[in-house]
């Protein structure tokens, strides 16, 4: 088990393009990929960006399941890993929902965030073999805030209203209704 531990904002890297993969086999590739992986479910998080453990490769992994501030979720038992992805299509119908970041502050803040309901995403494999995804509901949301993170973006960069930042107690209190 390799954690690492998450970069905050106001490191350089956050704000940087991440940098596309040319062999997903290289070692470096596939340490990224179980550290992401690790670090993700030590850190309570269900996606994470290479960008946040300090590594610049256009890489992100996502877990669907219950966690400290998402109680109120199924478990979908399915990790993601997502390659050089590429959202391809999102729906016009947009929905708010509030969002927490590991790099902000490590999770303490949340600020509701107007994204795409549904998005399609291509991406490669943790072999390297392409696929496409039509997702929906949270799945959607984690890979438009992962791409952002590839993109040097963060949920701050989106928030319209201030006024909806909340602290985890708020939230988790929130999450509760």
Known sequence: MSIKSTVQIGNKIIRNKAIAVRDVSVPEIQKTIKDLIDSMRHDNLVGMAAP????KWRIFVSEIRQTTYR????????LRIFVNPKITWQSKKQLDGHEGCGSVASAQLFGSVKRAESVTCEA??????????KASGLLARIIQHETDHLNGMVFLDRVSDTK???DKQIYIDFQKK
């Open 52 to 55: 946040q453990i300090n590594c």
């Open 71 to 78: 109680k109120n979720i199924a478990k979908s038992d399915l």
């Open 124 to 133: 490669l494999d943790e072999n390297g073999k392409s696929f496409k995804i």
């Open 164 to 166: 909806t930042l909340v």
